[in-house]
């Protein structure tokens, strides 16, 4: 069974910064294999991507967060991290943590509130 420990949200203050981890057990394949990435949904959106590595290291982010967050795996660690910088109000949302190699899993999501 596929387990997601997501850590390090919170409340955090308007230009603050916080960093999001997720340590996933239990895939079929090897970490490295997977393409992992960090989505989020704010309350009344739909879920929206915000970055993504993938296996070998090439990162993508949306518009949004460029420049702002960094994405980051340790595959001996079987882990994604998702460094926030410069947050605003609009980036409060549940961040949910996922990997992708044929099949698709989900973390059970993380709370970051920024506040102004």
């Known amino acids: 069974q596929v387990q997601f420990a997501e850590s390090g949200g919170g409340l955090v203050q308007a230009g603050g910064s916080l960093t999001l981890s997720c340590a996933i057990s239990?895939?079929?394949?090897?970490?490295?294999?997977?393409?992992v990435g960090w989505y989020r949904q704010a309350p009344g959106k739909q879920r929206e991507l915000v970055a993504t590595i993938a296996s070998g290291g090439y990162k993508t982010y949306e518009d949004f967060v460029k420049g702002r967050f960094t994405i980051s795996r340790d595959d001996a660690r079987n882990s994604v991290s998702l460094l926030m910088t410069s947050l605003q109000p609009h980036d409060t949302a549940t961040y949910y943590c996922?990997?992708?190699?044929?099949?698709?899993?989900w973390g059970k999501g993380i709370l970051v509130t920024v506040s102004t």
């Open positions: 996922n990997a992708v190699y044929g099949e698709i899993f």
């Open positions: 239990g895939l079929r394949f090897n970490f490295d294999q997977y393409r």
